[in-house]
């Protein structure tokens, strides 16, 4: 399977996803288009926020943190948590257990 053979779906204005779901896990390649926000939201899931390309600012219990590309950063379950991208952005995200939302 190769990333950009996956089908892209926008969840919301700027988000767009490829999703794959294994038996545990949930991992979207992210393409977001710079100043769409993230509406602060939280979730059960533990989520691993992998940036591949650009800048996002992620807000996470009200602290903001700067990522750039190589930066990881874990967010707990049930932490709320928004943010924007600075620049146009890849992510990869991870979440666990499977989000049955994005299925």
Known sequence: MRVEDIEVREVMPGFRGR????ERTTHVYWE????CPLPEHSHPHEQIVNV???TFELVVDGTPHILNAGDIFVVPPDVPHTGVARTP???????????????
């Open 52 to 54: 591949l390309e650009g």
């Open 19 to 22: 999703f794959i779901h294994s």
């Open 32 to 35: 977001i288009d710079p100043d």
């Open 89 to 103: 952005c890849r992510i990869l995200d991870v979440f666990a257990p499977v989000r049955e939302d994005y299925r």
